[in-house]
Nanobody
Framework: QLQLVESGGGLVQPGGSLRLSCVVS???????IGWFRQAPVKGREGFSW????????DYAESVKGRFTISRDNAKKGIYLQVNSLKPEDSAVYYC????????????????????WGQGTQVTVAS
């Protein structure tokens, strides 16, 4: 069983930055992470993924070049640096974990994830 807790959200002006964190507790030998977000009246969107080893990452086109995902397995922390924020980035941001035997695989479909955090709100507005 894993528990995930996100933090770092808030209100930021367009063009601003935030650093979101996802801290994992509980035991899992290997887990991949995905970041998802959901805006009001929209479906949940996956936009950033990192493999269990941290060596593989990928981003949705909507955030590529602006967001950077990283992880520190010793600290069980996964981080999302979000820069050049736009109003359309406003959403509740969730991290999710998938237990896996693979160190390098990315999992982009939300149905593949076993554990979810409670979310952190990001609002981009002037």
């Amino acid at each position: 069983q894993l528990q995930l807790v996100e933090s770092g959200g808030g209100l930021v002006q367009p063009g601003g930055s935030l650093r979101l964190s996802c801290v994992v507790s509980g035991f899992a030998f290997n887990y991949a992470i995905g970041w998802f977000r959901q805006a009001p009246v929209k479906g949940r969107e996956g936009f950033s993924w990192i493999s269990a080893s941290g060596r593989s990452t990928d981003y949705a086109e909507s955030v590529k070049g602006r967001f950077t995902i990283s992880r520190d397995n010793a600290k069980k922390g996964i981080y999302l640096q979000v820069n050049s924020l736009k109003p359309e980035d406003s959403a509740v941001y969730y991290c999710a974990a998938k237990r896996t035997y693979s160190s390098g695989t990315l999992y982009k479909d939300e149905v593949e994830y076993d554990y979810w955090g409670q979310g952190t709100q990001v609002t981009v507005a002037s």
